[in-house]
């Protein structure tokens, strides 16, 4: 493989660098225009930022069981495309991923496709049914390496079960990433419940259920010194009960996802089943909470919740939908939108909320590092200053649920380098390996 | 008017009058030997009823048989939720056979408003009561009979206190009657337990209240609501009794009622649960007459939806038979 040099490019929004790449390594980092490009192949990053590729802590690739709507193969691509060199895979596939074998079979298709590393999520209890632990530490020692547990999708809702993972994966630095829902509270859940759900006639997801089991597991956490990540914290309630955790010192990490940064409950007014998600959008007051919190650092990072699924289960009517919506290829865009042109995030707490943050949440050796010599070569290159129309036959996704359907995003994703591999060139994904 | 009613909402006052007069002037035909105008010949009109609902549908069947239309009824039961064909093939295949208007009662809330945006069909849609959303006609007919009884048959509802008791948090008739009857200048108070009140009520155009007695003497009408038993198991209240006693509408109760005030139900009854038998049949209730309602507004809807031309344009004093 030949030297690529990435030449003039910003890192994190600072002075125009080279920077060398060799095998699967950053060699050199030198002033704009001064490293040899002797024999290298060049990518023109004139005017792009470089950041730390991309982890996500949260997608679902839906492989195996429902490659109708993503595989490994499609949903990593639509990663790389994103600007992701890091994914963790959520385990609610079919089989659910709660043995060693289906953790591993998952991460060997990763490697397979070579888009992106994917770090795949073990299930907390057996089959997700929140009974049984699942075999925890035959994950954590596969060779996919678990450290993150999640029944995504469902919440561990058994103080007592919460209570016996959350000791049990500090055995080998695991962390248990909660999915904050009351079940009794939001039984036949639809959207957010506020004046909209009850105008609407759909039944109502109380912002309480999240809050409740947050702060539950907070303290649980606290009592037996363990690690706690909450996914898709979706109100503004949940981040106070983080930021107070915090503040005592409890270990405890939070992720956004992008839609919850920009889209309103005020969607659901349309019937139309794409803007239908779990936590489901909230309200204008909810989505400020998050970026603030996402901006102080109360929240750690910004992760998709990337949920793909057949045309027909969002073509019908919206309590008959699935929840959920795609989000890798779009999540640059919306974090551009909603926290770097508001000016609340800069490019280092960018790199610091999609990179660095996640990387070590997952406990990801070798991703959300600095861009300097002797660095893993992971590297995204974004153009702040572009803008694109979502289309979602235009998207590397199988599916096509994407809440931004012909909306103008700002930001792009130019170039992704993995390992040393430009997985995406001009936008486009290629496949030189 | 808009193409479709979906809500309620969708009705300016305006175009509420237009129906409720135009109701008035269709219900002459029932008085008649020959029930029937040819106003909608050769017109297609869809029943499409994911939910049973025999009442709706028969009314809409009349309605639409009194106007000439040609009827179709879909019973599509199983939506999509339990695996039977999808909403959209339903629609695609309801298009195909050319429906003019398509009457839609659904489980699930906004089912009509998806049929109507989706571009599936052309023709227009009209929400027979969808999910725990709306059910417009109701309040339309809810309003008529209102008018009649309370206002002389004309104008608006201005200053009529209108009382609906029950469980509001999952009753369509109850939103689209808040909606409309405010539209209309009616003074509304919903009375209900707080667990069948939904978040957020206080910013509807209503009053709310918990206790029933201080309402009923300054009511002019009392709309119960039908509450289902299931609610009981759900916790939402304690015991048939006692909803009973605190929110159902005795002789008692009934007694304190002024004069001239009406008691209505949009049916089916629970009789003994919220509404006793001597009510339902005492000299107060509409009840029956609200049936009567329904076709002459649900008539004046498909007109004025099917027909294009209201009756400023085309008058329909005199002879009907040129509507």
């Not at chain 1, 042109?341 to 070590?360: E, F, H, I, K, Y």
């Not at chain 1, 590297?379 to 103008?408: I, K, M, Q």
């Not at chain 2, 008529?144 to 009753?171: M, P, Q, W």
């Not at chain 2, 009408?221 to 509450?227: E, G, K, P, Q, S």
């Amino acid at each position: 493989m030949p030297r690529i040099v990435v030449t003039g490019a910003s890192p994190l929004g600072g002075a125009a660098v080279d920077i060398v790449i060799d095998g699967d390594r950053i060699v050199e980092v030198v002033g704009g225009g001064k490293a040899d490009t002797g024999g290298a192949r060049t990518i023109d990053a004139d005017g792009l930022v470089a950041l730390p590729g991309f982890v996500d802590l949260h997608t679902h690739l839906r492989e195996p069981g429902r490659e109708d709507a993503e595989t490994v193969e499609s949903g990593t691509r639509a990663a790389a495309l994103g600007g992701f060199t890091c994914v963790h895979a959520m385990a609610n596939t079919e089989p659910v991923a709660d043995t060693a074998g289906v953790v591993e079979q998952v991460w060997r298709l990763g490697k397979e496709a070579e888009w992106c590393e994917v770090r795949p999520v073990g299930a907390v209890t057996v089959g997700l049914a929140g009974q049984h632990m699942a075999e925890l530490g035959a994950m954590a020692a596969s060779a996919a390496q678990v450290r993150l547990f999640s029944d995504d999708g469902k919440c561990v809702d058994d103080a007592v079960i919460m209570r016996r993972a959350l000791e049990y994966v500090k055995a080998f630095d695991g962390a248990i990433a909660q999915h904050a829902q009351e079940p009794r509270l939001t039984e036949g859940a639809q959207m957010n419940e506020g004046v909209l759900s009850g105008t609407l006639g759909l039944r109502g997801w109380p912002a309480v259920a999240e809050e409740a089991i947050i702060a539950r597991d907070v303290l649980l956490t606290q009592h037996v010194d363990s690690r706690l990540h909450v996914c898709h914290v979706s109100t503004a309630g949940s981040v106070e009960l983080i930021r107070w955790a915090k503040s005592k010192g409890i270990n405890v990490t939070a992720e956004v996802t992008p839609h919850h940064l920009l889209l309103t409950d005020e969607l659901a007014r349309s019937y139309d089943p794409h803007f239908k998600v779990n936590p489901p959008l909230r309200t204008q007051e909810d989505v400020l909470a998050l970026r603030e919190g996402l901006a102080d650092g109360t929240i750690d990072a910004v992760a998709t919740d990337h949920a793909p699924h057949p045309v027909e289960d969002k073509e019908c009517e919206w309590s008959a939908a699935a929840f959920g919506m795609l989000g890798l290829e779009t999540a640059f865009s919306v974090v551009v939108e909603s926290m770097v042109n508001t000016g609340l995030l800069d490019w280092v707490g960018v790199a610091d909320r999609m990179s660095r943050r996640p990387a070590q949440i997952g406990r990801v050796k070798g991703q959300g590092g600095s861009i300097a010599a002797g660095e893993p070569a992971h590297l995204t290159l974004v153009d702040p200053a572009a803008t694109w129309t979502v289309r979602p036959t235009e998207l590397a996704s199988l599916s096509r649920n994407t809440p931004y359907r012909e909306r103008v995003l700002p930001g792009r994703v130019v170039h992704t380098i993995y390992a040393g591999n430009p997985t995406v060139t001009d936008g486009t994904a290629e496949r030189t390996r | 008017m808009k193409r479709h009613l979906l809500s309620a909402a969708d009705l300016s006052r305006a175009d509420a009058l237009l129906v409720l007069d135009t109701a008035a002037q269709l219900a002459q035909v029932a008085d008649r030997p020959v029930k029937k105008l040819p106003t909608l010949r050769g017109r297609t009109v869809v029943n499409l009823f994911f939910e049973d609902s025999t009442r709706t549908r028969i009314s809409f069947e009349a309605a639409a048989k009194r106007l000439s239309a040609d009827v179709i009824n879909f019973s599509a039961k199983g939506s999509s939720v339990s695996k039977g064909e999808s909403l959209k093939d339903t629609a695609l295949t309801l298009e195909a056979m050319g429906a003019d208007a398509v009457v839609v009662r659904h489980g699930s809330s906004g089912a009509p408003h998806r049929l109507a945006s989706s571009g599936w069909i052309g023709g227009s849609v009209v929400n027979a009561g969808d999910g725990t959303h709306e059910h417009p006609t109701q309040a339309l007919l809810d309003a008529f009979t209102l008018r009649e009884n309370l206002a002389g048959g004309e104008g608006d509802l201005t200053g009529k206190k209108v009382t609906i008791v029950g469980d509001v948090l999952h009753s369509r008739v109850a939103r689209s009657n808040v909606l409309l009857l405010s539209t209309l200048g009616a003074d509304v108070t919903l009375v209900a337990p707080p667990t069948l009140l939904p978040i957020g009520v206080e910013t509807w155009p209503c009053n709310v209240s918990y206790d029933l007695d201080p309402v009923i003497p300054e009511s002019d009408a009392v709309m119960m609501l039908r509450v289902q038993l299931e609610r009981m198991t759900d916790s939402y209240f304690p015991t048939a009794r006692e909803y009973s006693r605190r929110y159902g509408l005795d002789n008692h109760r009934m007694s304190l009622l002024s004069e001239q005030s009406i008691v209505m139900h949009p049916g089916p009854m629970n009789r003994g649960m919220e509404i006793t038998a001597d009510v339902a049949d005492s000299k107060r209730s509409v009840i029956v007459e609200q049936v009567a309602n329904g076709v002459s507004v649900r008539m004046a809807v498909l007109y004025l939806l099917l027909g294009g031309n209201a009756p400023a344009e085309t008058p329909i004093d005199g002879p009907l038979e040129g509507i």
